[in-house]
T-cell receptor, first 114, second 115 residues
Framework: DTGVSQDPRHKITKRGQNVTFRCDPISEHNRLYWYRQTLGQGPEFLTYFQNEAQLEKSRLLSDRFSAERPKGSFSTLEIQRTEQGDSAMYLC????????????FGSGTRLTVV | AQTVTQSQPEMSVQEAETVTLSCTYDTSESDYYLFWYKQPPSRQMILVIRQEAYKQQNATENRFSVNFQKAAKSFSLKISDSQLGDAAMYFCAFSNYTGGFKTIFGAGTRLFVKA
């Protein structure tokens, strides 16, 4: 297992375009989390899954954002009609369901909206 | 709602010296977990150390140790014998069973290590 993988590492898109990011968690981890991090700030929670169920969404996650985790494996985060304010690092993390030893993070996807 | 506050945007330390990063948090819960994460420049975030709130003993991981003061809701990180590789952003974080172990992060402290 190579840890948590995120793809792509960088994405530049024009305002108004749709983008989709992918996260592959550690295979034994039931929980998967998405966070957004802007420059010089700590990560902000967006949403999380336990297996395939999306159990919580932050108010930060407007209706332009949607996340899925089909079959409880990889997850995708889609942003529709991107805005310049969406420019940020999008982090994925995973953890086992029944313990809290901390998250394993991916390297993130840096989104730039021009 | 839980909050995590890191009041030091930047800190610097001389190589081989000791530095302490501060963190305070606010919660009405009695059972929770606290973490310090390290984010090196352009690299992924990694867990440094973890503390369970019901344990009075402060956690230690090699050169990293914490000072956990539950009543004061304080959770500082001490780095001993600082190394150049310790230069990074350090985030204090809070999590508990409610909300699916959702973790709340502070704004971070950037640590510079001088050779």
């Amino acid at each position: 297992d190579t840890g948590v993988s995120q793809d792509p590492r960088h994405k530049i898109t024009k305002r108004g375009q749709n983008v989709t990011f992918r996260c592959d968690p550690i295979s034994e981890h039931n929980r998967l989390y998405w966070y957004r991090q802007t420059l010089g700030q700590g990560p902000e929670f967006l949403t999380y899954f336990q297996n395939e169920a999306q159990l919580e969404k932050s108010r930060l996650l407007s209706d332009r954002f949607s996340a899925e985790r089909p079959k409880g494996s990889f997850s995708t985060l889609e942003i529709q009609r991107t805005e310049q304010g969406d420019s940020a690092m999008y982090l994925c993390a995973s953890s086992p369901a029944q313990s809290l030893y901390g998250y394993t993070f991916g390297s993130g996807t840096r989104l730039t909206v021009v | 709602a839980q909050t995590v506050t890191q009041s030091q945007p930047e800190m610097s330390v001389q190589e081989a010296e000791t530095v302490t990063l501060s963190c305070t948090y606010d919660t009405s819960e009695s059972d929770y977990y606290l973490f310090w994460y390290k984010q090196p420049p352009s690299r992924q975030m990694i867990l440094v150390i973890r503390q369970e709130a019901y344990k009075q003993q402060n956690a230690t991981e090699n050169r990293f140790s914490v000072n956990f003061q539950k009543a004061a809701k304080s959770f500082s990180l001490k780095i001993s014998d600082s190394q150049l590789g310790d230069a990074a952003m350090y985030f204090c974080a809070f999590s508990n069973y409610t909300g699916g172990f959702k973790t709340i992060f502070g704004a971070g402290t950037r640590l510079f290590v001088k050779a």
